[in-house]
Nanobody, 115 residues
Framework: QVQLVESGGGLVQPGESLRLSCAVS????????MGWHRQAPGKERELVAT???????NYADFVKGRFTISRDNAKNTVYLQMNSLKPEDTAVYYCKYGLGPRGSWGQGTQVTVSS
């Protein structure tokens, strides 16, 4: 059974950085693509970034140039480095194992950007 545990969220001021981690168990993280998604209050969940098995990455326009997704195979973990955070980045961030409509989700980690 695939399990994902996100961590690294918190409260930061605009312009600051955070690094989210998604620890994967029950499978090998490099065996499939993975993604980070987010959901703000009252809004639908949206895709933030993806990384394929071959480490090709893709980003939503609203985070390009600020966020970086990466993977550490030795730690079986995927990361989301978030720089230049904005108040509109406030959301619960989820990682997902698999890039298609099916897959496994983590429980989410809260990111709040506020002065």
């Amino acid at each position: 059974q695939v399990q994902l545990v996100e961590s690294g969220g918190g409260l930061v001021q605009p312009g600051e950085s955070l690094r989210l981690s998604c620890a994967v168990s029950g499978t090998i993280v490099s065996a499939n693509g993975m993604g980070w998604h987010r959901q703000a209050p009252g809004k639908e969940r949206e895709l933030v970034a993806t990384i394929t098995r071959d480490r090709f990455t893709n980003y939503a326009d609203f985070v390009k140039g600020r966020f970086t997704i990466s993977r550490d195979n030795a730690k079986n973990t995927v990361y989301l480095q978030m720089n230049s955070l904005k108040p509109e980045d406030t959301a619960v961030y989820y990682c997902k194992y698999g890039l298609g409509p099916r897959g496994s989700w983590g429980q989410g980690t809260q990111v709040t950007v506020s002065s």
